[in-house]
């Protein structure tokens, strides 16, 4: 699903980013509410356990890759109106929708299956090394999907996937992922936004640093 979504709406469709990014979100997101629907999930529930703890590992594994994006090299930047566009649909929707399918998701049907949550700690441990398998799964599948990561710089997005799927793993809370990825997309929006790393697709954006 994440390989067809970026493949067909990002790269063969060209359709303009923001309005790529619209369709993305609704073809993920009726995924995810299939996925729910058809499998009892209460998202509420799971999405409140040890919430607290997924807010703070969250943000500050965010604040860790937020930092890598800073010290890259910048690009022509976003102001007034277009920044505060941005910011919100680029950096807030676009990267929450992007964390709960390349990290909730895994963790959630991972952590489920194993019937994790009263299981001795060896099967936590267990599901929690599947539930990363299968993140860097998603992560290269949705990457694929743009033709300037059929190549070696696939390795990038799983290098921050690895980093990223930690606050999710800890505290065993499936937003917890998704608060650090959208804080990566945010900073990624402030300071390089026509980067040729974070916020795909790339289409032979401008990449001078200033």
């Not at 970026?6 to 509410?33: H, K």
């Not at 059929?150 to 917890?176: D, E, F, H, W, Y």
């Not at 804080?183 to 929006?189: F, K, R, S």
Request: hydrophobic share 55%; with cysteine; charged share 10%.
């Amino acid at each position: 699903m994440s390989f067809l979504a970026a493949a067909v709406f990002g790269d063969l469709l060209t359709l303009p980013v923001d309005l790529y990014y619209l369709t993305y979100c609704v073809v993920i997101l009726g995924f995810l509410g299939m996925y729910a629907r058809g499998t009892g999930l209460d998202v509420r529930a799971w999405a409140s356990r040890r919430l607290g703890w997924g807010i703070v590992l969250g943000l500050a594994v965010g604040a860790l890759v937020a930092m890598n994006v800073l010290q890259r090299p910048g690009t022509e930047r976003f102001t007034g109106a277009m920044l505060v566009w941005a910011v919100f649909w680029r950096g807030l929707v676009y990267g929450a929708v992007d964390g709960l399918l390349l990290f909730a998701f895994p963790w959630i049907v991972t952590w489920r299956a194993f019937g994790a949550e009263s299981a001795p700690w060896g099967r936590k441990v267990s599901a929690g090394v599947t539930a990363w398998l299968l993140t860097l799964f998603a992560t290269t599948a949705y990457h694929l999907g743009y033709a300037d990561f059929r190549s070696r710089k696939i390795v990038q997005p799983n290098i921050g996937s690895t980093i990223m799927v930690v606050p999710t793993l800890i505290a065993a809370n499936p937003v917890a992922s998704p608060i650090a990825h959208v804080v990566m997309h945010i900073a990624a929006v402030l300071h390089s936004p026509h980067t040729e790393l974070f916020l795909p697709p790339h289409r032979g954006m401008p990449q001078e640093g200033l």
